[in-house]
């Protein structure tokens, strides 16, 4: 039995105070099915209802399972996981979100996908249910991502995932700021699949994802993935001037041909296309400003997220009770805002 890969299930958790009882409830026994060494990693995001308490309550009633990371403040749910990952000691990562729209029951079978020799195993998820607009926007962000990676997967808003140590360690050691764990986890895997999984509503409470912050993180799954955005931009700026000169030119024949009243009617034409350009440098300059502001974020290396504390072990606590210098450590060279 212990020959098998063992497997560290790591869940983000921000004010889900109702989720968590029914959570750890599936949760473990989902685990306990896996009929492999297994420990589950709650990393509790700053919150303010209540979450921790009810957490590191149940790292204590279920010593040597469960393990409860607590965040000082809320750092996102990104740095969460990446601060989970840090703390989980199995073979396999798996990923879900803690309020239940990712049913635990689906553990098993990406565990399963992975141990075919899969590095990453994405989900799909079926009969998605979210608000329309949602749905829409991550169509468009998929199809998005496919394009520029070339990796052939559907759905990469579903942290529903599973990943490699290999992998893990490998995003460990990025030191970017700003990131998105599926698209990153891809850069380093050899052999990544997707498998279909069911998908439920927000089970209580309410989304963390205003549209604001959701088009923010669109924003670093893009800057994290490619430059490409900058090289379309320069390229666009070579087409417009490119028009500009011939348009430059047609008008002066314009002004040869019907005289200086003729002129003077262009004026407001004129405007017109000075508008646009102005439009377009604007969207060049605000599209450099995102990488520059991701610069200046890595090149602070402000950490990612400061842990309070962290109550149990599990997995025999492999390597050993510095585990939890190890979390702050790691604090203390990466980083976030
Ligand atoms: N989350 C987090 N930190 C945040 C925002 C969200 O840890 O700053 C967690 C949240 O508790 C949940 C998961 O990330 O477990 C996904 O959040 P949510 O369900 O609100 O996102 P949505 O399903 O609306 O995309
Ligand atoms: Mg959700």
Known sequence: MSDRMSVSVVIPVYNEKDNLPELLERTLKACRGLGRPWELVFVDDGSRDGSSDILAEAARAHAGEVKAVLLYRNCGQHNAILCGFGAAQGDILVTLDADLQNPPEEIGKLVATIDEGFDVVGSVRQDRQDALFRKVFSGAVNLMVRRTTGVRLHDYGCMLRAYRRRVVEAMLECKERHTFIPVLANLFAKRVTEVPVSHAERARGTSKYSVLTLVNLQFDLLTCMTAAPLRIVTWVG??????????????????????????????????????FFIGAQFVAFGLMGEYIGRIHADVRERPRYIVDRVVGETLGERRGAHESGHATAHAARSSGN
């Open 238 to 275: 070579i087409c417009i001037s490119a028009l500009s000169i011939g348009f430059g030119a047609l008008l002066l024949v314009l002004r040869l041909v019907y005289g200086p009243e003729w002129a003077a009617a262009g004026v407001f034409t004129l405007f017109a296309i000075l508008f």
